[in-house]
């Protein structure tokens, strides 16, 4: 009964994932800004492995951004579907979700030059 259950309970999981990828997918191919923060975090990532310097406030960084991004599709796809008239709310809605994904790159890029930025200068001698 209890196997039951949980057998229930991943299968459900694993649906709400597979609708959870089609939306990554759907942003990916649609969002050239989302391909770029995909690029910039595997670049941060791999770099910050290389430079043994701390990887969690990266990959942080990076799910915050591209998840704000991932919300920002959607905010313009409930927009566009309730209105195609332009409208003042809609404007809002699309601003404030687009300043959310500003603000939150502002604040990754000044973690990466905090953590990224020492190590690198040591490596090309700058920083003793
Ligand atoms: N229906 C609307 N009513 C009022 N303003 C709108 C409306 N649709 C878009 N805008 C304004 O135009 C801006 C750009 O909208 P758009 O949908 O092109 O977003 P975008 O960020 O360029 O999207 P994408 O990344 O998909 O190109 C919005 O941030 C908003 O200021």
């Not at 951004?65 to 809609?90: C, Q, Y």
Request: charge should be positive.
């Amino acid at each position: 009964m209890r196997s039951d259950g949980s057998a229930l309970s991943l299968r459900r999981w694993l649906r709400s994932a597979g609708f959870a990828w089609a939306g990554i997918k759907h942003t990916y191919r649609t969002q050239a800004n989302f391909r770029i923060e995909v690029g910039a975090a595997v670049v941060a990532s791999a770099l910050a492995l290389a430079l043994h310097a701390p990887l969690a406030p990266i990959l942080l960084c990076c799910a915050l951004v591209l998840s704000l991004e991932l919300v920002n599709t959607a905010v313009e796809a409930i927009v566009d579907h309730a209105t195609s008239d332009f409208h003042e709310l809609a404007r809002i809605a699309k601003d404030a979700a687009a300043a959310a994904v500003l603000v939150a790159s502002i604040g990754a890029l000044l973690v990466g030059l905090v953590v990224l930025g020492p190590p690198l200068l040591k490596l090309v001698g700058l920083w003793r």
